[in-house]
């Protein structure tokens, strides 16, 4: 049994998405970030960057609960648990990190910081909005240029690179960019929205979900971890 904290935004997607994909039994603990129950000391002790997704494997890969933080390392330890979502080959499996590091280093962080500028900050700054739209964008190039020659970023097989990247990738409209010109990177983003998972892992917490307050959160996750 796993326990996911998370709220409804793309890193957050990443591990619902995967969840659903594996068909692992979970339990939902929505993390309301506006509260700030992400920066709570319970929190904390899951994931010292008091950020969502975290996760808690009861049954961890020695038998005692493990908790996991960072979207991309839970990706990597949902997969190597099951043995599904990376390619078996080790040559395979390095590419599907490959483009999962990219996604974290790169689409996410750069995606994140053009929404704040293009939508959110106080003051308009063109120099911010511009520089991170286009990179941005020159990111997606990189990824439509990858997605000409193979149908998933790993290859063949659709991994947890592809999960990691569709929720980001899909919110090009927040970050105020343009896909024009980008056909296989449209293509593919149809191909992955079609799963009936990632349907399902995009609508988790569902939007009228109510986030238990921490303290209730709190008591649950210390029976977890002591
Ligand atoms: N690198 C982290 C980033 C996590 C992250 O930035 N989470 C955001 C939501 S997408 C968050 O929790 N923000 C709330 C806050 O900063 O307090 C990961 O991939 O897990």
Not at 24 to 30: G, Q
Not at 78 to 95: M, Q, W
Not at 130 to 145: N, T
């Amino acid at each position: 049994m796993i326990d996911l904290y998370t709220w409804r935004t793309p890193n957050g997607f990443k591990v619902s998405i995967a969840l659903e994909e594996l068909g692992l039994d979970y339990t939902l603990h929505p993390i309301d970030l506006l509260k700030g129950t992400q920066k709570e000391p319970w929190f904390l002790a899951i994931n010292p960057n008091g950020r969502i997704p975290a996760i808690i494997d009861r049954d961890g890969p020695d038998g005692a609960p493990l908790s996991v933080f960072e979207s991309g390392a839970i990706l990597l330890y949902l997969a190597e648990k099951t043995g599904k979502l990376l390619p078996a080959d080790a040559r395979g499996r390095s590419v599907a990190t490959q483009w999962l590091m990219f996604q974290m280093g790169g689409l996410g962080p750069m995606m994140g910081q053009a929404n704040v500028f293009y939508r959110y900050a106080p003051e308009k700054i063109p120099f911010a909005i511009d520089r991170y739209q286009r990179e941005s964008r020159r990111l997606l190039e990189v990824l439509d240029g990858r997605l000409q020659t193979v149908p998933y970023l790993a290859g063949d097989e659709y991994s947890i690179a592809d999960i990691a990247t569709y929720p980001w990738a899909s919110g090009w409209q927040w970050s105020g960019l343009s896909l024009d010109g980008l056909e296989a990177l449209t293509a593919w983003m149809s191909r992955v929205a079609m799963r009936p998972a990632v349907q399902r892992g995009m609508a988790i917490p569902a939007p009228d979900a109510v986030a238990p307050s921490g303290s209730e959160l709190a008591e649950a996750a210390r029976k977890l971890l002591v």
